[in-house]
T-cell receptor, first 116, second 114 residues
Framework: GAVVSQHPSRVICKSGTSVKIECRSL??????MFWYRQFPKQSLMLMAT?????????EQGVEKDKFLINHASLTLSTLTVTSAHPEDSSFYIC????????????FGEGSRLTVL | DAKTTQPPSMDCAEGRAANLPCNHS???????VYWYRQIHSQGPQYIIH???NNETNEMASLIITEDRKSSTLILPHATLRDTAVYYC???????????????FGEGTQLTVNP
């Protein structure tokens, strides 16, 4: 199956700093990527839909100024957690849909953010 | 997207078939049934999907009832590595970006025991 890679897989940062997480589709082009957040022992929660070349669409309750999403190319979307706080500590996961593919979405390995 | 209901947990003996049920009584005619699984601290992995016919691939089989209100994912010979949370999701496949969204429920924690 298609491969989606996230970087970094783990990151620890101090409170107040910003952290960028990258999501890359390695062997296909993705017009749409999705960002999820998962807290311990909970299910995945969709944060936003990232569309190449346009502004991301955020789910209700997700602050767009805090979670900056950029989808500048067909193979890369980035999520920047600005002014991170301990409550932002979570597992962030991206997924991507291949251009023209009407089937499954492919998920990255996830990025675990710990804010001290 | 239609809501799904799954048991919170199930156990299965290694080597036996694991049958994971899912209820989706409000499914629409153009919604597919998707199954994903998530092994601890990893991203979800696609397993299989179907519309109304039963489907089989190298990982699993998907049995959808005739009225499409429920389905069962079958892992024919469960191994310890199949221990994971299994998510049943219904959604419109492909098309517009909004139709590609996946909304995850709580899923079923499958534990395969030696």
């Amino acid at each position: 199956g298609a491969v989606v890679s996230q970087h970094p897989s783990r990151v620890i940062c101090k409170s107040g700093t910003s952290v960028k997480i990258e999501c890359r589709s390695l062997d296909f082009q993705a017009t749409t990527m999705f960002w999820y957040r998962q807290f311990p022992k909970q299910s995945l929660m969709l944060m936003a839909t990232s569309n190449e070349g346009s502004k991301a669409t955020y789910e209700q309750g997700v602050e767009k100024d805090k979670f900056l999403i950029n989808h500048a190319s067909l193979t890369l979307s980035t999520l920047t957690v600005t002014s991170a706080h301990p409550e932002d500590s979570s597992f962030y996961i991206c997924s991507a849909r291949e251009v023209g593919n009407t089937g499954e979405l492919f998920f990255g390995e996830g990025s675990r953010l710990t804010v001290l | 997207d239609a809501k799904t209901t799954q048991p919170p947990s199930m156990d299965c003996a290694e080597g036996r078939a694991a049958n994971l049920p899912c209820n989706h009584s409000t499914i629409s005619g153009n919604e597919y049934v998707y199954w994903y699984r998530q092994i601890h601290s990893q991203g979800p992995q696609y397993i299989i999907h179907g519309l109304k016919n039963n489907e089989t691939n190298e990982m699993a089989s998907l049995i959808i009832t005739e009225d499409r209100k429920s389905s069962t994912l079958i892992l024919p010979h469960a191994t310890l590595r199949d221990t994971a949370v299994y998510y049943c999701i219904v959604r419109v496949a492909g098309g517009e970006t909004s139709g590609s969204r996946l909304t995850f429920g709580e899923g079923t924690q499958l534990t395969v025991n030696p």
